[in-house]
């Protein structure tokens, strides 16, 4: 996932299980069934795990950007000291 | 979230923190349950009244026990469970309780019942103090939850009398 999915994978995926379990406790204290607040709940996780785990590809639309590969040759990475009789040698 | 196993973890985590909450309040809720038993017992007949010989005297009581505790459940009850106890004083004890009949309610269909029974656990007094005693005849319950507190409350029948000599 990219970084915007990731973001709305983790906002996603706690908006849904709240908006259940909220959902969930209502209905089983108005119909006064335990039982039914727990299937609702169960069904919520299910649902929100497989909307928001799996790698769907909406949570890909802003790929990252990586560095060209010349501008990357134009920031060469230092070479490290070469110990020995100092010269004023150039380097390159 | 960068990966499958983090994004599995994440939210297993943060469901049961939600379940564990849901529990909690269910519990609180109970709280605002208004309650209303009813419970009469009668004791049919004194079957027999012996001393031991150990010293101890014992008696075998029959029982009409009926009581009304459907108000006691909510949706968050999985049983009551409700306890028949004699109490008495003695020169020795200042206050015995001894418990004569239990019973498991599974459900609110249950609840209210009428049963004619022996004392199903002996009444038996540390001593030989049971001719003439006046007891009270107490119905305990404790109404067990699904999740959460527990609460037990109680009866106190009074004007029960031992006979005078044993039969």
Sequence with gaps: ?92 | MHSFGQRANVLLTFAITLLALMCAIASVSDNFNSLSPHAHVQVVNINWFQKKSSGDDEVSLSLNISANLESLFTWNTKQVFVFLAAEYGTPKNALNQISLWDGIIPSREHAKFWIHAYNKYRFIDQGSNLRGKEFNLTLHWHVMPKTGKMFADKIVMSGYRLPQAYR
């Excluded at chain 1, 209905?27 to 929100?48: E, K, P």
């Excluded at chain 1, 928001?52 to 060209?68: E, G, H, I, S, Y």
């Excluded at chain 1, 590969?69 to 150039?90: D, L, M, R, V, Y």
């Design chain 1, 1 to 92: 996932m990219d970084w915007q999915g990731q973001k709305l994978a983790e906002h996603l995926m706690q908006l849904l299980l709240v908006c259940f379990a909220v959902v969930a406790f209502i209905t089983g204290y108005m119909l006064g069934s335990f039982q039914m607040m727990m299937l609702i709940y169960a069904a919520g996780v299910v649902l929100t795990s497989l909307l928001t785990v799996p790698n769907w590809p909406f949570f890909n639309r802003q790929a990252l950007k990586w560095l060209d590969p010349s501008e990357a040759e134009k920031h060469p990475k230092p070479q490290p000291a070469i110990s020995g009789p100092k010269k004023k040698t150039a380097k390159k």
